[in-house]
């Protein structure tokens, strides 16, 4: 078996695993008064929340390109990989994934998978990694899919957002919502639901106790199984550093990474949101 994972610009993952030769990224373009970037190559995540920070607008992003991702595939047919797993952002907030899928049938020579990961950021680069990972180990196709399967069933992302008027602005609510939310000091938390979707899980007011309870959301998620925990911030390093320390304290855990959010999520979410993401490790 010659396998080839492909994945999208969402992803985040260690820097390692961007050199594998049998892994390929496709960009999601960003859209910033009238500009066209792609993170990672033209526009660092820095400068993506100060961007959006001076622009009236909300950045626009759109779907990775199908022409990209057949050409990627025409051009792993000849040089001949046989099985291709497409591990993409979530199809809860995407219609990238319902789009591909008659690319499965399209090459005659080549298997093709694509598992919805019903995620993104970094869980999503994870998956990517193991899957990466599982093949080097040795693991048939279809092994390397059951894996994948059971790790998206058990993983998980749960956010604070910090500024209600992304939401507004993205249409997840109401205007009225969000200024009873302000001055009541609300932190919804949202998270991504069965079907990738996200949504709003609880309302908790202030800061600290949404931050609380993130920490006992998680932990009660993830205590019967071995996880790695990140911890993802859409540029609030100091922030979600404070939260890594809370989360060594109170689990015990030494698997807690540090991820940022890129643009297509820190779009819907704005500047100062926190996630922690959760998903099974399978050594």
């Known amino acids: 078996m010659k396998l080839a994972v492909i994945t999208d610009s969402s992803a985040y993952f260690d820097e390692s695993y961007t050199q594998k030769e049998n892994l390929f990224v496709?960009?999601?373009?960003?859209?910033i008064d009238g500009n066209t970037y792609i993170e990672g190559k033209n526009l660092t995540s820095e400068d993506f929340y100060k961007k959006m920070a001076l622009s009236s607008e909300l950045p626009k992003t759109s779907q990775p390109s199908i022409a990209e991702l057949e050409e990627t595939l025409s051009r792993l047919s000849q040089e001949g990989y046989t099985h291709v797993i497409g591990l993409f952002l979530s199809s809860g907030i995407s219609g990238f994934f319902q789009n591909i899928q008659y690319l499965k049938e399209e090459f005659s020579n080549l298997e093709i998978a694509f598992p919805d990961s019903k995620i993104?950021?970094?869980?999503?680069?994870?998956?990517?990694?193991?899957?990466?990972?599982?093949?080097?180990?040795?693991?048939?196709?279809?092994?390397?899919?059951?894996?994948?399967?059971?790790?998206?069933?058990?993983?998980?992302?749960?956010?604070?957002?910090?500024?209600?008027?992304?939401?507004?602005?993205?249409?997840?609510l109401s205007n009225g919502a969000a200024i009873l939310g302000t001055l009541l000091s609300i932190k919804p938390i949202l998270y991504f639901n069965e079907q990738g979707v996200i949504e709003v899980f609880e309302k908790i007011r202030t800061e600290k106790k949404a931050t609380k309870r993130l920490i006992e959301i998680v932990q009660e998620r993830t205590s019967n199984e071995k996880y790695e925990i990140i911890v993802i911030h859409a540029n609030a390093l100091e922030k979600a550093e404070a939260l890594r320390e809370l989360l060594l304290e109170s689990t015990g855990s030494t698997r807690i990474s540090l991820a940022t959010f890129g643009s297509v999520i820190g779009t819907h979410l704005g500047e100062g949101s926190i996630a922690l993401g959760y998903i099974p490790i399978f050594e």
């Open 120 to 172: 993104t950021s970094a869980p999503l680069g994870i998956m990517v990694s193991s899957a990466l990972k599982w093949a080097e180990d040795g693991l048939t196709f279809d092994e390397i899919l059951d894996r994948l399967a059971l790790q998206i069933k058990a993983t998980g992302a749960f956010i604070m957002v910090d500024n209600l008027n992304h939401l507004v602005k993205g249409g997840r």
């Open 26 to 31: 496709l960009d999601i373009p960003v859209v």
